[in-house]
């Protein structure tokens, strides 16, 4: 995982007997200093669209796709410089700067926009375009920015909001009733 780091050997031997039938085996871990990144797209990117984190020495990571925010992909990273890295179909682009460079517990969102273009063989600009029948690759960029908490907050769903009155003055209903059944029982007794 990203959160610690095994210093110790991968594999310790030892040996079970009648005698002594008990050993004990210790694994010597460190927890890692990590960041998190965060892509923002303004659209839903196109089925079969690809987001990843490219290391300092070339390695993809996968960015997960957000339960709540699907136009998010995210994903905690050690300390490091990254780039994000977008596999598209033919016909799309995305625009931004995608360079950022993390230091531990620190929270990074890009915001990148998603642009259709009628051919995807347009390489102006700074992008990264990768298509299933063009193996041309151009680099993207995002723009690393900080959000307020009530922007945040505001993204989020209010489903619960709008029924919570209805659903509490039922609640209310439901409560008084049971009081007086329970009353009419009690005095039948």
């Known amino acids: 995982t990203n959160a610690a780091k095994l210093e110790s050997d991968k594999i310790v031997s030892f040996t079970l007997s009648a005698?002594?039938?008990?050993?004990?085996?210790?694994?010597?871990?460190?927890?890692?200093?990590?960041?998190?990144?965060?892509?923002?797209?303004?659209?839903?990117?196109?089925?079969?669209?690809?987001?990843?984190?490219?290391?300092?020495?070339?390695?993809?990571?996968?960015?997960?796709?957000?339960?709540?925010?699907?136009?998010?992909?995210?994903?905690?990273?050690?300390?490091?410089?990254?780039?994000?890295?977008?596999?598209?179909?033919?016909?799309?682009?995305?625009?931004?700067?995608?360079?950022?460079?993390?230091?531990?517990?620190?929270?990074?969102?890009?915001?990148?926009?998603?642009?259709?273009?009628?051919?995807?063989?347009d390489s102006t600009g700074d992008h990264k375009v990768m298509s299933k029948n063009n193996s041309q690759a151009l680099t993207a960029s995002a723009t690393p920015t900080k959000t307020t908490t009530s922007a945040t907050a505001k993204a989020l769903p209010s489903a619960g909001e709008k029924m919570g009155l209805k659903l509490r003055i039922v609640g209310l209903v439901l409560l008084g009733l049971t009081c007086v059944f329970s009353r009419k029982k009690s005095t039948k007794d």
Do not use: C, W
């Open 19 to 121: 005698d002594n039938n008990f050993q004990q085996v210790t694994f010597k871990m460190t927890m890692l200093a990590t960041s998190q990144i965060t892509a923002h797209f303004d659209h839903l990117l196109p089925e079969g669209s690809r987001v990843s984190l490219k290391t300092a020495q070339g390695q993809l990571i996968p960015l997960e796709q957000s339960l709540y925010v699907p136009k998010a992909y995210g994903k905690t990273v050690q300390e490091g410089t990254y780039e994000v890295v977008v596999s598209l179909p033919k016909g799309y682009r995305i625009e931004g700067n995608t360079k950022v460079n993390t230091l531990p517990n620190e929270v990074h969102e890009l915001s990148l926009r998603l642009v259709k273009v009628g051919d995807a063989s």
